[in-house]
């Protein structure tokens, strides 16, 4: 059974277009994360929802808006994509906010062209 | 073998001998710290953690060393495999407020027959 799943694996998009990638936590954890890895492999936390609220909000442009529709789902909607968003995008969970060991999904590769 | 992280981003080793990683954190007030596996195409996975009220922890195989006088962590890898080849990233836990793991640079492993 896989723990965090993320869709789509890949996603390939030109400039301008409003995508969504959609996670998924079968671990019955009440925290969400999104972090984004760049082309150098930096893996750089970008918003974490704790129980469906937003307790985490790096400096994320607000073309990026996460949704959680409930504890085991936290979807990424990105408007207007430049290229500079291009990179891997991760999703993780963890049982709570104050447990810090987390659980990663196999990432979405986004190419931004 | 051993690696100094961000300057030597690249590890290359035997198969069957030692493998020591370095990681320099950030801050002083950090109160947790985990090692991070990452494959090829997959998500990071956790390998290891320490408490800041600890200076050494051992796993199976694995051992983290932390000074705090330096900011410095290491990861220790006894008796390298080839499975082991990955990037290892570590990350510290910034207290205050809600939990937020930073990651460092990461390290790739080269594990050689």
């Known amino acids: 059974d896989t723990a965090v799943s993320q869709t789509p694996k890949y996603l390939v998009t030109q400039m301008g277009n409003d995508k969504s990638i959609k996670c998924e936590q079968n671990l019955g954890h009440d925290t969400m994360y999104w972090y984004k890895q760049d082309s150098k492999k930096f893996l750089k936390i970008m918003f974490s929802?704790?129980?469906?609220?937003?307790?985490i909000n790096e400096t994320v442009p607000n073309r990026f808006s996460p949704k959680s529709p409930d504890k085991a789902h936290l979807n990424l909607h990105i408007n207007s994509l430049e290229l500079g968003d291009s990179a891997v995008y991760f999703c993780?969970?963890?049982?709570?906010?104050?447990?810090?060991?987390?659980?990663f999904g196999p990432g979405t590769r986004l190419t931004v062209t | 073998g051993e690696s100094v992280g961000l300057h030597l981003p690249t590890l290359s080793v035997q198969e069957g001998d030692n493998s020591i990683i370095n990681c320099a954190y950030s801050?002083?007030?950090?109160?947790?710290f985990i090692w991070y596996k990452q494959e090829s195409g997959k998500g990071p996975q956790f390998i290891i953690d320490?408490?800041?009220?600890?200076d050494k922890r051992q796993g199976q195989r694995v051992t983290v060393l932390l000074n705090k006088t330096v900011k410095h962590l290491s990861l220790q890898i006894a008796a390298t495999q080839p499975g082991d080849s990955a990037v290892y990233f570590c990350?510290?836990?910034?207290?205050?407020?809600?939990?937020?793991?930073?990651f460092g640079a990461g390290t790739r492993l080269a594990v050689h027959p």
């Open positions: 320490i408490r800041s009220n600890m």
């Open positions: 929802y704790n129980n469906k609220e937003l307790i």
């Open positions: 801050n002083s007030a950090s109160d947790y």
């Open positions: 990350a510290e836990n910034f207290p205050g407020g809600y939990n937020k793991l930073i």
């Open positions: 993780a969970s963890s049982q709570d906010h104050s447990d810090l060991e987390q659980y």
